[in-house]
């Protein structure tokens, strides 16, 4: 069914990036999950990267949306003409343009069977021939290579921008998982809140995200860095420009990265003994962004008592693991507690 022609791909349809993963060649596409879309045509104007530029920037007859909205679709035809151009993209990067590819696609693993099935309809609406989908923690794992087949205990803790996943894995299938909807977003989101009552000013996701990329951390670090950043005075109405320390972005991210550690220990504490041993050995290993926040490793390991550890390109994961799934979909479909599945044509 899958020939050695390069026309296959993984899809790691994140809440913030988009990255396409063809098997054979890598990881071709890696753009931001957001169109622009003019609202009086309705027409798209441009998308991933030209359009993440537009954030904030837009003309009022142009809106910049991201389709994805923790983790699943919010907006069908959106996320459905976002695909397409992906895949394009893609082809493009090969010199194919013509065919039509199967195309794994990963969804967080607390979704709907209904949310489950928009992915699958996008995805072939978007010009797949087959849709497939594989649970994110899964695809994760995989790409961080996790001995996801062996009957032995992994622990996978995937923090996008819309979800976290946390997973333990053995022998080709979840043992026990739990998806919350808060990672990276819901960090940016109260970094903007923190700032505007400490300071009254208002700032952009852009800013937020660049002092959490930047300075944050999330426990105190020895060097309390700075960071300049401007936005609007919510009393004078005027832009502003203030100074803002990694002590204080700690301090806006202490409650989501709290229940981000809470997620971790529910799910140790489901896991059965004899895994749990395995994962003492082997550690916990951190995968997508949300992973790269500083310190957050060293803080689970404080919390959990295991050692933790965040994988080699903890933000290409997901995506690999996509595309290696369907390097080997015969495993998928031989074993059984695997959340793959094909859905032929309409
Ligand atoms: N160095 C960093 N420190 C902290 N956060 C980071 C860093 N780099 C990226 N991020 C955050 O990681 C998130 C994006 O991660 P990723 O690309 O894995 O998510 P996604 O796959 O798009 O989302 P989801 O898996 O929820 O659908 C963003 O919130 C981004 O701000």
């Known amino acids: 069914m899958f020939g050695g ?20 060649k890598g990881i071709l596409v890696r753009e931001p999950s957001v169109v622009a879309i003019r609202t009086d045509t309705g027409s798209i104007e441009a998308v991933g ?15 910049a949306v991201r389709p994805m909205k923790d983790g699943v ?23 194919i343009l ?17 949310e489950k099935r928009a992915v699958e309809d996008a995805t072939k609406q978007a010009g797949a021939r087959e849709a497939y989908t594989i649970e994110e923690p899964f695809a ?22 819309g979800t976290t996943e946390v997973a333990i894995i053995s022998l080709g299938g979840i043992v026990t998982s739990r998806s919350v909807r808060l990672a990276g977003d819901e960090m940016d989101e109260a970094v903007i809140q923190y700032i505007k009552k400490r300071y009254n000013l208002m700032i952009g996701e852009r800013t937020s995200e660049t002092l959490k990329m930047e300075i944050g951390s999330a426990m105190p670090s020895e ?19 203030i100074e803002v320390t990694s002590h204080e972005i700690t301090e ?29 050995d082997r ?25 933790v550890l965040v994988a080699e390109n903890a933000l290409d994961c997901v995506g690999i693991g996509t595309g290696r799934a369907l390097e080997n979909l015969h495993l998928f479909k031989s074993k059984s507690g695997i959340t793959a599945r094909s859905k032929r044509g309409r």
């Open 5 to 24: 022609f390069s026309r296959d791909m993984g899809i790691d349809l994140g809440t913030a990036n988009t990255l396409v993963y063809v098997k054979g």
């Open 73 to 95: 679709i919010a907006d069908f035809e959106t996320t459905a003409t976002m695909i397409r151009y992906f895949i394009r993209q893609a082809q493009k990067n090969q010199g």
């Open 223 to 241: 060097q309390n860095e700075k960071m300049d950043i401007r936005g609007r005075d919510l009393i004078s109405g005027l832009p502003k420009t």
């Open 140 to 161: 994760a794992a995989i790409g961080a290579d996790l001995p996801v087949w062996e009957p032995t205990g992994s622990m996978i803790v995937d923090i996008g921008g």
């Open 252 to 280: 806006a991210l202490l409650e989501t990265v709290n229940s981000i550690i809470d997620a971790v220990k529910v799910t140790l504490e489901k896991s059965p003994p004899e895994l749990a041993a395995d994962i003492m």
């Open 283 to 307: 550690g916990i290993v951190l995968t997508g962004g949300g992973a790269l926040l500083r310190n957050l490793d060293k803080l689970l390991s404080e919390e959990t008592g295991m050692p």
């Open 49 to 63: 990267n030209d359009a993440k530029n537009m954030i904030g920037r837009t003309p009022g007859n142009i809106v």
């Open 98 to 114: 013509s065919r039509r590819p199967n195309v794994m696609v990963c969804v967080p693993s607390g979704i709907t069977a209904v």
